[in-house]
């Protein structure tokens, strides 16, 4: 595993830091796996970064989750170099979206939209998913049944289911996708564009959200609809509005936490299917397995692969102590592929019995408002697809994301003969 030269205290750290790190998952995992075993809570201490203890065990991290009065979420709760916090904090922009927030003020915020997101309100929208995912089936066949099916299918399926709850018109959807990526990542070279600068890249893609999120707030402010744009923007928190910078970054998460998430499991699953046909062929005869699979896709790929804690007091985790305003990073993709809890986790299995017990969404307080949708959206488009195909195959090597935060395979060459 090639690893990047960032001067590091124990070179397994890099795992944590180096975007291109993830993109050799065996490799990556095998370090990973040689964490938990031998330093679960690893002290990293690496040139330009705050150090962090590195948090591999699914026990610790599920502890960690659950505590949010100790362990809490800070604006720094996502590795960077310092130095961007610093520049960004300069240029007088301040992260500050649900993720960011603690105690009552997170709880009122995510009150604010969290009825969109609950079972009853997903399953209201079934209808209109069924339609989005045949829509992207019927794309596939008329691409003559080879497509980039991550580029093709996963990233605008997830982005529009997204973006029908949302609000945002089906013209805007490229924009959306740009500016997430812009976001999420800014450390591969494929995103960057013409230009050199990941910070660049950052800050100008959070302008471009600043201006356009004003926009659709003044015209759901003056024309209330039925979407989740009129919620945030006419959101109130403790009886009074939200005030312009919250709505912003509420409109940030919604807008960014959706479908690039969503999308690195539907497609990193079916790399994972279809690198052991036998479980296509099963899934093609008993579609009751659907909502299992759908589970270990979402433990298999781990798209999210780190949160940041911060500790309160002194804490002792797999027997390490922790002191007090130390920071923990969650490895989420680690955690699920613990031995303790996942036998043979190394193993992609559509009939693992406890695939469900997946950490990928964290957990406690800031568990992830959307796995729901998410689970919804993978559910209904993979038996849509596999109903329709008599084969399907990898038509080539999929390429991995540089990404240490939100990642996973970005282009997934895949050809199928439909029925
Ligand atoms: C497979 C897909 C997804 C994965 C793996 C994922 C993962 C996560 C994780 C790990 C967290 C932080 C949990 C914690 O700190 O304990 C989170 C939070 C969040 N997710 Fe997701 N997510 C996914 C899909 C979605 C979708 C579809 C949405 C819809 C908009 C969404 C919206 C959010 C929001 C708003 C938060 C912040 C919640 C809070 O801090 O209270 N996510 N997600």
Redesign the pocket.
């Known amino acids: 595993m090639t690893m990047t030269s960032i001067a590091c205290n124990d070179q397994r750290g890099l795992i944590f830091l180096d975007p291109a790190a993830y993109t050799d998952q065996e490799g990556w995992h095998a370090v990973a796996a040689d964490l938990r075993d031998n330093a679960p809570v690893l002290r990293v201490e690496a040139e330009g970064y705050t150090p962090f203890w590195a948090v591999t065990r699914y026990e610790d991290v599920f502890d960690v989750?659950r505590h949010n009065e100790r362990f809490l979420?800070t604006r720094n709760s996502v590795l960077g170099p310092d130095v961007q916090l610093e520049m960004l904090t300069g240029m007088g922009i301040e992260p500050k979206?649900?993720?960011h927030?603690d105690g009552e003020e997170?709880r009122q915020h995510?009150g604010l939209?969290n009825a969109w997101?609950r079972p009853r309100a997903v399953s209201q929208r079934q209808a209109a998913i069924d339609a989005i995912a045949e829509q992207f089936v019927a794309k596939f066949r008329d691409l003559g049944g080879r497509c980039d099916f991550a580029q093709d299918i996963a990233v605008p399926y997830?982005l529009r289911v997204?973006m029908s709850i949302f609000g945002v018109p089906e013209e805007d959807e490229a924009t959306m996708l740009r500016l997430t990526q812009g976001i999420f990542g800014a450390a591969d070279p494929e995103y960057l564009g013409d230009l050199s600068d990941p910070f660049a890249l950052l800050t100008g893609t959070i302008a471009e959200f600043e201006e356009y999120f004003n926009q659709l707030a003044a015209d759901r402010r003056a024309h209330p609809a039925d979407d989740l744009a009129t919620v945030i923007a006419n959101g109130t928190v403790g009886g009074c509005p939200m005030d312009r910078d919250a709505t912003l970054w509420y409109f940030t998460?919604?807008a960014t936490?959706?479908?690039d998430?969503?999308s690195?499991?539907l497609s990193g699953g079916l790399e994972a299917l279809l690198r052991r046909p036998e479980q296509v062929r099963l899934l093609q005869q008993d579609p009751g397995l659907v909502a299992n699979a759908t589970e270990e896709m979402?433990r298999w790929?781990?798209?999210?692969r780190h949160?940041l804690r911060y500790l309160t007091e002194p804490a002792v985790l797999s027997g390490v102590e922790v002191p007090a305003g130390d920071r923990l990073l969650?490895s989420?993709p680690s955690a699920n592929r613990d031995e303790r809890v996942f036998s043979d986790p190394m193993r992609f299995d559509v009939t693992r019995s406890n695939a469900n017990r997946t950490l990928?969404?964290?957990?406690?307080?800031?568990?992830?408002?959307?796995?729901t949708?998410?689970?919804r959206?993978?559910r209904t488009i993979l038996p849509k697809l596999l109903a329709a195909v008599d084969e399907i195959a990898l038509d080539g090597e999929p390429e991995h994301a540089q990404a240490n935060f939100v990642g996973g395979v970005k282009h997934l060459p895949v050809v199928a003969t439909f029925r």
């Open positions: 989750s979420n979206t649900l993720i927030m997170h995510r939209a997101f997830t997204i998460i919604v936490a959706g479908h998430t969503t690195f499991a979402i790929t781990s798209p999210v949160f969650l989420y990928a969404f964290g957990g406690g307080e800031h568990f992830c408002l959307g796995s949708f998410a689970r959206e993978i």
